[in-house]
């Protein structure tokens, strides 16, 4: 499986934006279908965006409009950048990858990164 290291997170004010960063390990991500998820205390782990090997995008309602998630295959890397953050978008974000296409339920997902706090405070 590919190994994923995420980066960028921080604090910021409502209205800002960041840029999160999953870099990947290993010769396949390109095949790879990845998406965000994020967690936010007492709550379950929820969907936020996918895209495919192709380019393909799907976000989440809560979302659109606001996050575009990209990637690029010649630096292994996918990222998803958060515009007009709201306090509602504080939580723990997690890239995550797998072969396949199904529900973008966690489950789905065997490849995980580690997490980065996202707090967006008023």
């Known amino acids: 499986q590919v190994q994923l290291v995420e980066s960028g997170g921080g604090l910021v004010q409502t209205g800002g934006s960041l840029r999160l960063s999953c870099a990947a390990s290993?010769?396949?991500?390109?095949?790879?279908?990845m998406a965000w998820f994020r967690q936010a205390p007492g709550k379950e782990r929820e969907f936020v965006g996918a895209i495919s090997w192709s380019g393909g995008t799907l976000y989440a309602d809560s979302v659109k409009g606001r996050f575009t998630i990209s990637r690029d295959n010649t630096k292994n890397t996918v990222y998803l950048q958060m515009n007009s953050l709201k306090p509602e978008d504080t939580a723990v974000y997690y890239c995550?990858?797998?072969?396949?296409?199904?529900?973008?339920?966690?489950?789905?997902?065997?490849?995980w990164g580690q997490g980065t706090q996202v707090t967006v405070s008023s």
């Open positions: 995550a990858a797998r072969l396949n296409f199904g529900p973008y339920n966690p489950n789905n997902y065997p490849a």
């Open positions: 290993g010769r396949t991500f390109s095949d790879y279908n």
